[in-house]
């Protein structure tokens, strides 16, 4: 199946910093990509969906500018946690849309530890 | 209602085993729909994606879906203890790249 680079796999950062997750789609183009939130033993919670040369839409509750994203190319999108705070602590998943067939492909996933 | 419904297990059975995991849905406009295995701190990775109703087998694994029932079922045969897993189910309409994510049911398989 197609492949979904997601980088870094794990950070850990002060309180008040930024942390910038990329997500790439490494042989197919995603025009859509998704990013998630997962706490441990829950199910994946859609944050935001990222569309190519385009703002993100947000899901309700999710604050854009806490989390921001940039979907610049057909093959990466980023996602900005800033002003990172430890309650910002979490696995984020993002997922690419494969264009031609629809199928859905997933990251590994970061994991981000605010201290 | 949520528009997918999945046991959240968990659900514990013996090596080699048939295991049978479900969703229901009350979405009459889904039409792609998708199984994922998701391994504790890793990122869900597709295991089956079927379009409109039917069967689809690939290797151990066999899809179905009742789109007159909205029931959709993911079946694992000769089950082994590396099956052992969250398994989500995730579904759409035509015409939008929006999934929608059953809760996910824990599987265990015992040695």
């Known amino acids: 199946g197609a492949v979904v680079s997601q980088h870094p796999s794990w950070v850990i950062c002060k309180s008040g910093t930024s942390v910038k997750i990329e997500c790439r789609s490494l042989?197919?183009?995603?025009?859509?990509m998704f990013w998630y939130r997962q706490f441990p033993k829950q199910s994946l919670m859609l944050m935001a969906t990222?569309?190519?040369?385009?703002?993100?839409?947000?899901e309700q509750g999710v604050e854009k500018d806490k989390f921001l994203i940039n979907h610049a190319s057909l093959t990466l999108s980023t996602l900005t946690v800033t002003s990172a705070h430890p309650e910002d602590s979490s696995f984020y998943i993002c997922s690419a849309t494969e264009t031609n067939t629809g199928e859905l492909f997933f990251g590994e996933g970061s994991r981000l530890t605010v201290l | 209602q949520k528009e997918v419904e999945q046991d959240p297990g968990p659900l514990s059975v013996p090596e080699g085993a048939i295991v049978s995991l479900n969703c229901t849905y009350s979405?009459?406009?889904?039409?792609?729909f998708m199984w994922y295995r998701q391994y504790s701190r890793k990122g869900p990775e597709l295991l089956m994606y079927t379009y409109s109703s039917g069967n689809k087998e690939d290797g151990r694994f066999t899809a179905q879906v009742d789109k007159s029932s909205k029931y959709i079922s993911l079946f694992i045969r000769d089950s082994q203890p590396s099956d052992s897993a969250t398994y989500l189910c995730?579904?759409?309409?035509?015409?939008?790249?929006?999934?929608?994510f059953g809760t996910g049911t824990r599987l265990k398989v015992l040695a």
């Open positions: 990222s569309n190519e040369g385009s703002k993100a839409t947000y």
């Open positions: 042989d197919f183009q995603a025009t859509t």
């Open positions: 979405n009459s406009a889904f039409q792609y």
């Open positions: 995730a579904m759409s309409g035509r015409g939008t790249y929006k999934y929608i």
